[in-house]
Nanobody, 119 residues
């Protein structure tokens, strides 16, 4: 079974940066597209960014374009989310997720990591 373990969350001031990491195990990493989602208190979970199996295609929600960068290292079985110029509205629990390449639905989820941005 696929296992995902996030790390890198924390408390940061507005304008600061954090890098989230997600370690993938249990299957062949390059057979999976990867995504980062977030859920703020009282809000629905939303996709923040996605990357295809090879890293050549990415997606970002409009609110993070130009500030966040998703990347993957298939040799290390790890996906990253570099978050710059953080804003208080970025505060949420961030989740890493995986989907088999042939599917659009994300089937595997990490436990989440808290990101808190103070103003």
């Amino acid at each position: 079974q696929v296992q995902l373990v996030e790390s890198g969350g924390g408390l940061v001031q507005a304008g600061g940066s954090l890098r989230l990491s997600c370690a993938f195990s249990g299957r062949t990493f390059s057979n999976y597209g990867m995504g980062w989602f977030r859920q703020a208190p009282g809000k629905e979970r939303e996709i923040v960014a996605g990357v295809n199996w090879g890293g050549g295609a990415t997606y970002y929600v409009e609110s993070v374009k130009g500030r966040f960068t998703i990347s993957r290292d298939n040799a290390k079985n790890t996906v990253y989310l570099q978050m710059n110029n953080l804003k208080p509205e970025d505060t949420a629990v961030y989740y890493c997720a995986a989907r088999i390449v042939a599917r659009s639905q994300y089937d595997y989820w990490g436990q989440g990591t808290q990101v808190t941005v103070s103003s």
